[in-house]
């Protein structure tokens, strides 16, 4: 096999020596010899590796080649890519016997899973950061004086009047920017909400949601009542004596499908017979690929649903900022529950993000990524029919992960066998409520799969080890 000195300096440092030698093809010979280069300390953390182009010249292999293996040693944890930077070896690629004994170095951090697909992250590869700096910039550069005093709990009237455009055009909010509260994601609202006692138990939740979400209710001393679901959505006959309802209606979450037309306005004829609220979370409305738009609830009735709405799937979890869209009735008892100073979104953050959604950057940002999920669920609808034809995927029309339907009892099998092959994801069990007893919750087995997590040039690999999870039926 070949032998060849790297000798791209400029780009990576150092020549480098490498020697395509061992079984397998070429791309795994390369594989072997850069993880070798890595553990061997020859490759530093932080190096720059030569671009797909150059090696290939350089070592005289396709380029394809180079663009699996790095693609490869991404998804095992050894090199990192980044848009605008290229391909570097991990910064706790360290060789082993460095670790914890240089003095002042700190010792590499476990390894993640090789192959992400737990639902929860939006492809964090795409964040906008040249469009989010110009909005950062221009907001600093333009904001008054006073911006930088203490922050208004209601949150700034730029970004609520931002929001005040864009929800009624793009979810079928209706709103005006008195309504709007901004707060610092989906999880802060439900705290203000319930530790801030605006909102008050029992609380009807879906029998499918995030644990998180239910542990911090019952934290609140908030009791959440299980609501059985079906093909339509959730059972809006089952709701009873609650004093309201947290609903994922765009896309329920995590199982996948919209609530059903007649259903929604059966919720709000509940709501208004019963003086009870409806909680909206609207986590991902913006991602929808096959169906047509589905409005926020909140747009049938403003006075009987708090509409909660975060850029933690749009654009960043770490970005911290979400809204609420509240009834008249809530506002007063919400920024009580703030207090007199804005203590958790920043307040350039929220100028930033005023003007990011102002210039249109938001849209663009969403459709682009819009695009790219769509095609990351063609791909592994795609995959899956082609490798494992007899599990069928659903929940796809919209949002950021997928429901796979497993054989009935083989999804704890199933998880612990992706697990084994590296591949990380959560089976449906873990969002089922811890009441939801049969069979007033039909419960199926299912495999939830995050297809948004995994970085562009890390899915194919991710998608391939997914499929060989799946044992001939
Ligand atoms: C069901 C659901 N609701 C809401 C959110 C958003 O939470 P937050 O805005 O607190 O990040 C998520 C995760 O992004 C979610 O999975």
Redesign the pocket.
Known sequence: MSESWVNSAERIGADLHLELSGPGGRRAALIHALRDAVRGGRLAPGTRLPPYRSLAADLGVARNTVADAYAELVAEGWLTARQGSGTRVAERAEPPRHAGKVPGKTPPRARGPRHNLR??TPDVSGFPRGEWLASYRRALQQAPNEVFGPGDPAGRVELREALAEYLPRARGVRCDPDRIVIC??????LRLLFEGRVLRSPLAVEAY??PF?RELLTRAGVRTVPLPLDEDGARIDRLGRERGVLL?PAHQ??TGGPLHAARRAAVIDWARARDAVIVE?D??GEFRYDRKPVGAVQGLDPERVIF?G????SLS?AV?L?WMVLPERYVEGVLAAKGEREAWASVLDQLSLADFIARGSYDRHVRRMRQRYRGRRDRLVAALAERAPHIEVTGVAAGLHAVLRLPPGTEAATVARAERAGVALDGLAAFRHPGAAEPAVAAYDGLVVGYATPSEHAYAVALDALCATFPDP
């Not at 610092?184 to 609202?189: N, R, T």
């Not at 975060?310 to 799937?313: I, L, P, R």
């Open positions: 639902q929860g610092s994601g989906f999880a802060h609202a949601g995030l979400h994922t979450f995590p979370d986590y991902d909660v975060s850029v933690s799937k979890p911290r979400g």
